[in-house]
């Protein structure tokens, strides 16, 4: 399977608690962006990297949260001190460099819940 | 700042009906867009996309027309199936920023029946 993989699927954790969730894009895609999809809601975008750059963070993406993409391959976000609003499905996905109409391949998803 | 309007869910229709999924959105300049779909259990695939006014994306049996002076992209299908129930996102991504940032509508459920 050549697409977009994110590890866990499922993550329950208590308030407090740090996470880190791990998404592999698309082997030849050079950009990764996470999003996040709340219960009734259409994704947010969080962040963005081209390569192991990243250059784009939402306001959404408060100090609490880490994102990385070392050697431009995986890409790791992490959550620190969870918060019962923390509680969402976390999606990736990749393209390849180009314009913004490039098609983007998501991933399945991580869903956390932040008891 | 950039948004899209979904006609809210669920929509409930037996098979063979005809669908329409209303998007509206609202964006400085011309952004491309999109209809994404998300099965059960999966993640978001894209559905079919259109870059530029009066073009016309299709796929699987669906479409949308990108409607500039409506500042609409509805979804359509002339048959539906059980298949085809899912969760469908309009989105758009706006060229001035270089990349692919989405900005997504709420979603609307598709329920067929027998």
């Known amino acids: 399977d050549t697409g977009v993989s994110q590890d866990p699927r499922h993550k329950i954790t208590k308030r407090g608690q740090n996470v880190t969730f791990r998404c592999d894009p698309i082997?030849?895609?050079?950009?990764l962006y996470w999003y996040r999809q709340t219960l009734g809601q259409g994704p947010e975008f969080l962040t963005y990297f081209q390569n192991e750059a990243q250059l784009e963070k939402s306001r959404l993406l408060s100090d609490r949260f880490s994102a990385e993409r070392p050697k431009g391959s995986f890409s790791t976000l992490e959550i620190q001190r969870t918060e019962q609003g923390d509680s969402a499905m976390y999606l990736c996905?990749?393209?390849?460099?180009?314009?913004?109409?490039?098609?983007?391949?998501f991933g399945q998803g991580t869903r956390l819940t932040v008891v | 700042g950039n948004s899209v309007t979904q006609m809210e869910g669920p929509v409930t229709l037996s098979e063979e009906a005809f669908l329409t999924i209303n998007c509206t959105y609202t964006?400085?300049?011309?952004?491309?867009l999109f209809w994404y779909v998300q099965y059960p259990g999966e993640g978001l695939q894209l559905l079919l996309k259109a870059t530029k006014a009066d073009d016309k994306g299709s796929n699987k049996g669906f479409e949308a027309t990108y409607r500039k002076e409506t500042t609409s992209f509805h979804l359509e299908k002339g048959s539906v199936q059980v298949s085809d129930s899912a969760v469908y996102f309009c989105a758009l991504s706006d060229l001035n920023t270089g990349f692919q940032k989405l900005v997504f509508g709420t979603g609307t459920r598709l329920l067929v029946s027998p």
């Open positions: 964006a400085t300049g011309y952004p491309s």
């Open positions: 082997s030849e895609h050079n950009r």
């Open positions: 996905a990749s393209s390849l460099k180009g314009q913004a109409n490039t098609e983007a391949f």
